[in-house]
């Protein structure tokens, strides 16, 4: 079974930061793109930030130069280290895992966390 479980969201202040991690389990971790997706009420959900199993990396242009992906394939964990939070930020924060064979798609969501930036 497939888990995906994400941490690190809360209130913060404008200008503070947050790290959230997700920790994933049931797949072969190293193989798979991990990303870090956000929705905001009324809004589609969209990409933050992907990392590759080589560790390329990916950003929205919204959060370039403030937020910073990262993972740990010994650990089943991947990050995003957010400076500089605005309130626009604000969201619930998804973890994703996916990757593509011959056959099919392999995508996988966790629950979400959430980060609210408000003074």
């Known amino acids: 079974q497939v888990q995906l479980v994400e941490s690190g969201g809360g209130l913060v202040q404008p200008g503070g930061s947050l790290r959230l991690s997700c920790a994933a389990s049931?797949?072969?971790?190293?193989?798979?793109?991990m990303g870090w997706y956000r929705q905001a009420p009324g809004k589609q959900r969209e990409l933050v930030a992907a990392?590759?199993?080589?560790?390329?990396?990916n950003y929205a242009d919204s959060v370039k130069g403030r937020f910073t992906i990262s993972r740990d394939n010994a650990k089943n964990l991947i990050y995003l280290q957010m400076d500089n939070l605005k309130p626009e930020d604000t969201a619930l924060h998804y973890c994703?895992?996916?990757?593509?064979?011959?056959?099919?798609?392999?995508?996988?969501w966790g629950q979400g966390t959430q980060v609210t930036v408000s003074s």
């Open positions: 994703n895992a996916y990757r593509e064979s011959i056959k099919r798609e392999y995508d996988y």
């Open positions: 990392i590759t199993s080589s560790r390329s990396t």
């Open positions: 049931g797949i072969i971790f190293s193989i798979y793109v």
